[in-house]
């Protein structure tokens, strides 16, 4: 069965640190894998990654996806508290369903 | 270029009710899919719509049920209402289907009574 799971399930930290969430899955026919943000509302999209070893990155986020060892990780630098959120990765395979794992609850404190 | 939108933002109803969402995609938008996100469950796939077709379902049971018109827009019904159904519901859009980047809604937040 496909699945993707996410680690940690929840990080505290403090601004100005960096942080790093995974993402590990099980998909067939794999397609695309996504992050997503969401803070009380929709999911916000953050990157789409297709390629392995390709690094995407706007501002202080960054993802990079290993289709090898089937897992991707989303690095925040400098983090601030408007980066509080939960972050959600998503996974793509044959189909238009979205597989997401439980997402990483992340709180930036002051 | 509008966001995804979704009608009504908030609804109550009680058990045994049938509901109506509806959800607009993106301009130029003609795939929408539907998911169910729950505190416990997480965000969980209900279906997907392409050109009016439905392409692919989730594990929901048959009270669930979905249709696209020709302009993209599409609505989902649940019918026979139980306190179980209480949960944020999204659709997304994307221009193509079968891993194109899916754009949310603010989602419909159900309260079943």
């Known amino acids: 069965e496909d699945k993707v799971v996410q680690s940690p399930l929840s990080l505290v930290v403090h601004e100005g640190d960096t942080v790093t969430l995974n993402c590990s899955y099980e998909v067939t026919n794999f397609r695309s894998l996504l992050w997503y943000k969401q803070e009380k509302k929709a999911p916000t999209f953050l990157f789409m990654l297709t390629s392995s070893g390709i690094e995407k990155k706007s501002g202080r986020l960054s993802s990079i996806l290993d289709k090898k060892e089937l897992f991707s990780i989303l690095n925040i630098t400098a983090t601030q508290t408007g980066d509080s959120a939960v972050y959600l990765c998503?996974?793509?395979?044959?189909?238009?369903?979205?597989?997401f794992g439980q997402g990483t609850t992340l709180q930036v404190k002051p | 270029k509008a966001g995804v939108t979704q009608t009504p933002r908030y609804l109550i109803k009680t058990r045994g009710q049938q509901v109506t969402l509806s959800c607009s995609p993106i301009?130029?938008?003609?795939?929408v899919s539907w998911y169910q996100q729950t505190p416990g469950q997480g965000l969980q796939f209900l279906f997907e719509?392409?050109?009016?077709?439905?392409?692919n379902k989730g594990n929901f049971p048959g009270r669930f049920s979905g249709r696209q018109f020709s302009n993209s827009r599409s609505e989902m019904n649940v019918s026979t209402l139980e306190l179980g159904d209480s949960a944020l519901y999204l659709c997304?859009?994307?221009?193509?289907?079968?891993?194109?980047?899916?754009?949310f809604g603010p989602g419909t937040r159900l309260t079943v009574l």
């Open positions: 301009s130029g938008h003609r795939s």
């Open positions: 998503a996974v793509s395979g044959n189909t238009g369903k979205l597989i």
């Open positions: 719509y392409f050109s009016e077709t439905q392409r």
């Open positions: 997304a859009s994307s221009f193509r289907d079968r891993g194109d980047t899916q754009y």
